[in-house]
Structure formats: structure tokens, C-alpha cells
């Protein structure tokens, strides 16, 4: 699947039919996903527990390394790359997680975790270094004070921004974040969007933003891609996702965030949180066991992706679906 892109601006990154499986676990976390991200942009990556959002976002990082398939950088794979090469990517990609606490260390203050990236990277002499800590400290909003501060003294709203500093001080022009803001309170959450927000605008940094939470996706995201058990099911601009989903699991997704979840189908079925193991087939829909309008082909073939063609087609780009149901489908909606 290819994610929609305005066609005059090349994509930044482009994940090409990418797998990983953990063999000691038996578990299939990546299975044969693709997307790309034009500059600028933001894809919202999003699905359940165990869907392999966060094994995409470390083998971008090459912390993990794949079975098979191809990341490019600005053209670059970064799986050809010698370790200086990989090196200088790094400095041009950085990685938010979860839980800030865990990601800044207790015995350094914030001055000293925010230098470390600048040191690791030798970006700049110690005056130079010293006054971007201050500057990215303006920039996330919160006052100079802290830096001769420790994490546990901060909120988690505070340490959250700290971490988001961290990430930007050596000016990357790729962010992921990594359910960023999945263990804060919903007003800290807000905060924390607006700042990412505001930050993209002023940078212009491309952003692959990963979260369970369709709400806060649909609060940052230009792009959607969907994600259930390894596999990109559904990809197309974030409007077009909203209003008109497409996949079974997309339009369960979007109910259970209106709060109706779907009461035809027992409870005990529903394997949305589940991961896939490498013994299960994959010569099927890998949503047919859970999917309440599947037909007789789904538990036979896997399906391919298609695009759904409208009259007027998205200036973002194509929408795309992995589908039995859309086999034969046009539609002339707007």
C-alpha cells in the first residue's frame, strides 16, 4: 500500500513492504507493511495493542532489525548505511516515547539530558550547546528555571515537554512519537497536541505520530494508516478516514471512539488486542475470525489492497483498503 502524497513534493521516508518477526516469542509483529511520508506531513499511525505500531517505529530507528523489506530516508536505505552514515541519520531522526520519566535519567539533570544529544552528535562547542538548551527550552514552553532541575521534580506534563526538547534540539526532520501522550491526562494531552502542532509549523517537521487513541489522531493527523495484527489495512487522508471508513475493523475502531461499541458479536470474540503468530496462516483475512460482514473468500484469501475511486479524488492523495468487500467497488461520492 502506498500512502497518499501530493504528488510534487517527495516523500521523507518510505517503508517498503517491511516484515519482522520475533521467532523466540513465535510472534509476527511486522507483515509486509508499507507507507511513505511526505515532507511536512503527518501520518497518524494507529490500532490496537500488539499491532506492531511500535515495531515499525524502531526498526525506523534501526534499533531492531527486520526480516525483510526496505527503509528509505531521503532516498537512502538505512539498512545499507555503514555506522557513520547511520550516524548523521539519527541526528535527522528522533524518536518520543510513552513514558517520559523512563526516557530521562534521574541522576542528570534536564541541562545535562538535553546536552547529551548535542555532545553525542558534536553539534557545536560548549557556548553554542548551552545556548540551544535554553532555546529549545523557550521553545517547548516552559521556563529556563528547570534546567538545573531533576525529572522527578517536574509534572509529567513538564517531562513530557522535556523529552519532546530533547528530540528537537539536534533539528531533526523526522519526529516520531511514539503514543506520546497516552499516559497523560486528557487537558496535559491537549497541551502537549497544540505543542507538537505549533512546533511542526514553526519547523516544518514531518511527523509519524503513533497512538491507539483515534481522538488524538484525528487532532494531528494528515494521513491515517491503520494497523491489526502486523498488517496495513486501511490508509487515506485523514478527512476522507473519518467520514468515510472503509474496512470492518476501521468502522469498529471509530465505535468504540463514539462510545457504540458493536453488540452483535460476543465479547469473548473480539481478538482486537491480540498479536499473530508465525504459526497462524496468513492465506486469509487476518480480521475474518472477528469481522461481522465477512463472506466465504475471506477465510480462503488473503485480500489484496484497493483503491477506492471517487469522482473527485483527494488532493492529499488515494484512499486505500485491504478488502474482500471493495474487490469490484467505485463510487462517484465526493
Not at 557545536?124 to 516552559?142: A, F, H, M, P, Y
Not at 503513533?210 to 494497523?227: F, G, T
Request: glycine share 4%.
Amino acid at each position: 500500500m502506498s500512502t497518499p502524497t501530493p504528488p510534487t513534493k517527495p516523500p521523507l521516508l518510505e517503508v517498503r513492504n517491511l516484515s519482522l518477526s520475533f521467532h523466540q516469542q513465535e510472534q509476527v509483529a511486522i507483515d509486509r507493511v508499507s507507507f511513505s511520508i511526505t515532507a511536512g506531513s503527518t501520518l497518524g499511525l494507529v490500532g490496537a495493542s500488539g499491532a506492531g505500531k511500535s515495531s515499525i517505529a524502531r526498526a525506523i530507528m534501526r534499533l531492531i532489525k527486520p526480516d525483510s523489506g526496505e527503509i528509505l530516508f531521503k532516498g537512502k536505505n538505512i539498512f545499507m548505511m555503514n555506522s557513520q552514515q547511520m550516524m548523521a541519520t539519527r541526528q535527522r531522526m528522533q524518536l518520543v516515547f510513552q513514558e517520559p520519566f523512563t526516557s530521562l535519567s534521574p541522576r542528570r539533570t534536564i541541562e545535562q539530558s538535553l546536552l547529551e544529544p548535542l555532545q553525542h552528535f558534536a553539534i557545536g562547542d560548549t557556548n553554542s550547546r548551552q545556548e540551544k538548551t535554553r532555546q529549545i527550552i523557550q521553545t517547548v514552553g516552559l521556563d529556563h528555571d528547570v534546567l538545573r532541575r531533576y525529572p522527578h521534580q517536574l509534572s509529567s506534563g513538564q517531562q513530557q515537554r522535556i523529552a519532546i526538547a530533547r528530540a528537537l534540539i539536534t533539528s531533526p526532520d523526522l519526529l516520531i512519537a511514539d503514543e506520546a501522550v497516552a499516559s497523560l491526562d486528557v487537558s496535559i494531552q491537549a497541551q502537549i497536541i497544540q505543542l507538537i502542532q505549533s512546533l511542526q509549523e514553526e519547523l516544518g517537521i514531518t511527523l509519524l505520530f503513533i497512538s491507539h487513541d483515534l481522538a488524538v489522531i484525528r487532532q494531528i493527523a494528515n494521513d491515517v494508516a491503520v494497523m491489526y495484527q502486523g498488517q496495513l489495512l486501511e490508509q487515506s487522508p485523514a478527512d476522507t478516514f473519518f467520514s468515510k471508513p472503509n474496512h470492518p475493523y476501521s468502522k469498529t475502531l471509530l465505535s468504540f471512539t463514539n462510545n457504540k461499541a458493536p453488540t452483535s458479536l460476543p465479547v469473548e470474540n473480539w481478538r482486537l488486542d491480540r498479536g499473530r503468530t508465525t504459526a497462524e496462516t496468513t492465506s486469509n483475512c487476518v480480521f475474518a475470525r472477528s469481522c461481522q460482514v465477512k463472506m466465504p473468500i475471506c477465510d480462503q484469501l488473503e485480500p489484496a489492497s484497493h483503491q477506492i475511486q471517487y469522482r473527485n479524488q483527494h488532493p492529499l492523495g488515494p484512499h486505500y483498503v485491504k478488502c474482500h468487500l471493495y474487490e469490484e467497488v467505485n463510487t462517484n461520492d465526493t
